[in-house]
């Protein structure tokens, strides 16, 4: 039974042992044309107790990888009909490849097995993780503050040009929205004043309340909450790029320090420009506390200065200041670090943005809940 001419020919017949037998001839080369596995399996279908499949490649001439399909299809059709293959007669290196395809079969009812360490091996690795991360930040701060001392010296490779772009960037770039969100933290603090104090009388130190609260604690750390947002992730993406375009390691082959050139630009900007955004943070939140006191309290505009004046202390003035310039090094040094430590895939430079953000965000709040302990046992 003759199939379809093609330059690709097959031909079925039953030989002598009573298998059947598959004559191919001519190019068997993947391309459209090539003869269907549907003639063995009518063949197979029609009777006639073939016991195996055998082939006849004498006519063959170049084969590639449309023949090592036709091939395989076979070799399954005999093991669902439960019949023998005989791959003896095939040419050296199709019957190679078919070994090597069948030395280690396809699992019908593979189960994939989920195994979970036990529980001291993973706090174990988790601490070792943790410990590995911690001995980085270190590292890195140290390698700072000797590029800060190197500046000093008028020795580190740093451009005053890159700083004060920067400078631009995080500090007159972000006054819109650290404004908002100051304004709308003062509208809240006098508002909560407001309901709670005048039930005794005492509304007039909503402008106390407002005044300490945002020069002691709210405006400095919800700036570094939003510098964090906002400079942080763009600093850890800027350096995540640029390592996964491998430049930091273009720096390192020309003999630039990444800290001295990429990193100490952003510690400078950020130091400088965190105690101004923390006062102008301070204004804003006390005006919001101003529009809700003279709004809603009916207390006159001269007597909230008054007051605020009054309640705001050198110490808790200079306090604020000290804090936001602090959150400043914390945001630049987790912002870089995880830059730095980017992987080397797009992926990497998402999950890098992600972690300075997480990471500038817990050490701005624990780190400011130390302040409160420190200021506590000093009597600030």
Known sequence: MNCEPTNARLTLRRSESGSLLLELAGDWLARAGLPGIDSVEKELAAGGGASAIEFDTTGLRRWNSGLMTFILKCY????????????ETLPVAVAKLIGLSQVVPEKKDAVRMVTHAPFLQRVGESALKEWTGVKGMLAFTGENVLAFLKMLRGRAQFRWADAFLVMQECGPQALGIVA?????????????????LTRFGASIYVADLVGIATVREMGCIMTGIIICGRTGAAFAAQLGTMKVNQEIEAFQTFGISPVEFLVLPRMIALIAMMPLLCLFANLISIAGGFLISTAMLHITPALYLHRTIAAITLTSFLLGVFKGMYFGVLIALTGCLRG????????AVGEATTSAVVTGITAIIASDGLFAVICNALHI
């Open 180 to 196: 908002l969100i100051n304004f709308l933290i003062g509208l809240i603090l006098a508002f909560v004043g407001a309901t709670q």
């Open 76 to 87: 399954d059709l005999c093991q669902n009909n439960k019949l023998e293959f005989r791959v």
């Open 340 to 347: 730095i430590q980017c992987g080397t895939n797009a992926a």
